[in-house]
């Protein structure tokens, strides 16, 4: 009898892996900024007190979910996954003060990512998939406890220095770390033929 090989899946994160929420909250927050208040600090807390209201000012403006630019680092990494024979699907974290966003999230797969499955959650690290693409340390974490065979990708960025682990490879995008691309897809490529 022949086994029917499970469908490997890969779960994408939008904000900081396929839309650019931090280069948006930075234009905007520093269009609010005070008198005397120069500019942002390079890595942004947006809870942090001094920010946090304006934040969430932003973060309750229609459309503004909606029109989160795309980052052609993280559909790099959508058309290696499905080149490679994986299933994606959007993870993705719901405000739970913005049931706008949940929305708006529903309608930026649409347009950018049309047919893909999107699943907007409090807890990312109940949802199962083979392999979490995202950006957020915490979260990472937490879904690889979760998931002991797991992989993690993780976009480089700013606020993700800090933290390393055995199962997550970074991703340098762009055309000086060639490398990192072609390491995350070796590592890809033995996951999904395990
Ligand atoms: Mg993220």
Known sequence: MSKTKKKK???HDLDGCMCDWDGAMKRDLTAMLLPGEASLPPILDPNVPEYRDRCEIIKGRPGWWLNLVPLASGFKLYELVKEIGFKSQVLTKGPRR??????????????????????????KELFNADVLIDDFPPYNMKWLDRH???LVIMPDRPWNQWWNHQR????????????????????????FNE
């Open 9 to 11: 899946l890969v779960a």
């Open 168 to 191: 997550a490879f970074r991703y340098r995008d762009g055309v000086e770390e060639p490398a990192d691309f072609q390491l995350v897809k070796a590592v890809l490529e033995a996951k």
């Open 98 to 123: 913005f049931p706008m966003a949940w929305a708006e999230k529903v309608q930026w797969c649409a347009a950018h990512m049309p047919g893909v499955g999107v699943n907007i959650v409090m807890n």
């Open 148 to 150: 002991p065979n797991g």
